[in-house]
Each structure stands twice: as structure tokens, then as C-alpha cells.
């Protein structure tokens, strides 16, 4: 299995509090992505990066912002959590662009 | 607007018989195709992939099958198995682009 963890793996907070969930890897791939899982929505994604301080928008970046600062580490950090940011956050890792991503087990945020 | 779509939201199925899981996409300049298998409070997990030059691809027990006319590309899993029992995620890709994933099909193989 590739080397990911996401810290922490379950948070409850509240509506206008700043969250940030991590990812770490010990794989040295190039390429990391955070993606929020819902129900009939699939996977869809949030910001990636491609290097170390180069990172991008993804399908729903809206409320949320990244920074990888090292290339082990990628942070999701949600300014002012919604109930609507409820939801199941997955890391992911790729070597290349299109290649297979390795996924992080998850962590489960829920905003009250 | 979801350019990868999953129509079927669950399949049962019995332990041996072929399961057949089914993934609709809209933009025809995708030309990567991947399934993802995923368990309860696990991430989701690489299966298989198939690029739009070929028109199907197998390993073991896993086959997907491309339709590139109709837009189409389904998973056959034969024999299934309970430990098969996972939701399914199809995604596809092009060039330059991220994946896309669609809504996954919660497959239940009964022993």
C-alpha cells in the first residue's frame, strides 16, 4: 500500500470555525489531490498539487484553500466551515498526471 | 452538469454469477478510463484502466469493456464473490485534464 495518512481521521466543529486536515506521504510523488466524497456526487475535486508551492484549483474549490510547504505534506484548509463542508475529505497521490492515484483512508468532518 | 455518470446507485448480485457494473460518459475527448474499488471507511482502491485505443482490458476475474460509440464502458466481475461487496467508482481522463469521477454503484455479492 502507498504510504498516506490524513490527520485527523474523524472532526466535529462548528459553522465559522478554520479547519485544516493533512496529508502525508512517504512515496515522494509529485502530484497530491484533495477530494470530498457525498452521496451521488462520487469523488469530485478539490485543489491538487504539482509541486512544492504549485498547486490549482479542482471542481469545487469554492471555501477552501491548500499549501504544500514540503513535498510530503499537503494541507486543506476550510477558512470558515459550512454545514455544507460536511462530508468525507480524501487525499490522493499520483507520480504523473494521469497516472493511478493512491488514495488515504479519509477523514470525516462534520460541521454543526 | 456530471460528465461521468453511474446510473444504477446499487447492484446485488449472487456469489459466482457475473456482476456487470455500468458507467455512461458525455465528453468524447476523454481517452483514459479507470475503475476504483472502494470499502466502508477505507479510501477508494485502483482495479483497472483501459485507454480509448483498446476495447477491452482483463486482469484475473476483472474485465472492462469500452464502447467508445455509445460512450460506454462497463466492469464484469466473474465469479463474484462476498468479498467483492464495495462501492465502484468509475473515472475517466483526458489529456491535460484531472480525473472525473462518477457517482459509484454500491455492489452486493450474496453468499
Known amino acids: 500500500d502507498a504510504g498516506i495518512t490524513q490527520s485527523p481521521r474523524h472532526k466535529v466543529t462548528e459553522t465559522g470555525t478554520p479547519v485544516t486536515l493533512r496529508c502525508h506521504q512517504t512515496?515522494?510523488?509529485?502530484?497530491m489531490y484533495w477530494y470530498r466524497q457525498d452521496p451521488g456526487h462520487g469523488l469530485r475535486l478539490i485543489h491538487y498539487?504539482?509541486?512544492?508551492?504549485?498547486?490549482d484549483k479542482g471542481e469545487v474549490s469554492d471555501g477552501y484553500s491548500v499549501s504544500r510547504s514540503k513535498t510530503e505534506d499537503f494541507l486543506l484548509t476550510l477558512e470558515s466551515a459550512t454545514s455544507s463542508q460536511t462530508s468525507v475529505y480524501f487525499c490522493?497521490?499520483?507520480?504523473?498526471?494521469?497516472?493511478?492515484?493512491?488514495f488515504g483512508p479519509g477523514t470525516r468532518l462534520t460541521v454543526t | 452538469d456530471q460528465q461521468v455518470k453511474q446510473n444504477s446507485p446499487s447492484l446485488s448480485v449472487q456469489e459466482g454469477r457475473i456482476s456487470i457494473l455500468n458507467c455512461d460518459y458525455t465528453?468524447?475527448?476523454?481517452?483514459?478510463f479507470l475503475w476504483y474499488k472502494k470499502y466502508p471507511a477505507e479510501g477508494p482502491t485502483f482495479l483497472i484502466s483501459?485507454?480509448?485505443?483498446?476495447d477491452k482490458n482483463e486482469d484475473g476475474r476483472f474485465t472492462v469493456f469500452l464502447n467508445k460509440s455509445a460512450k460506454h464502458l462497463s466492469l464484469h466481475i466473474v465469479p463474484s464473490q462476498p468479498g467483492d461487496s464495495a462501492v465502484y467508482f468509475c473515472?475517466?481522463?483526458?489529456?491535460?485534464?484531472?480525473?472525473?469521477f462518477g457517482g459509484g454503484t454500491r455492489l452486493m455479492v450474496k453468499p
Open positions: 465528453n468524447s475527448m476523454f481517452d483514459y
Open positions: 490522493a497521490i499520483s507520480d504523473g498526471f494521469q497516472d493511478e492515484q493512491y
Open positions: 512515496e515522494n510523488h509529485r502530484y
Open positions: 498539487s504539482y509541486g512544492v508551492k504549485d498547486t
Open positions: 483501459i485507454s480509448s485505443i483498446k
Open positions: 473515472a475517466a481522463a483526458n489529456a491535460g485534464n484531472m480525473l472525473t
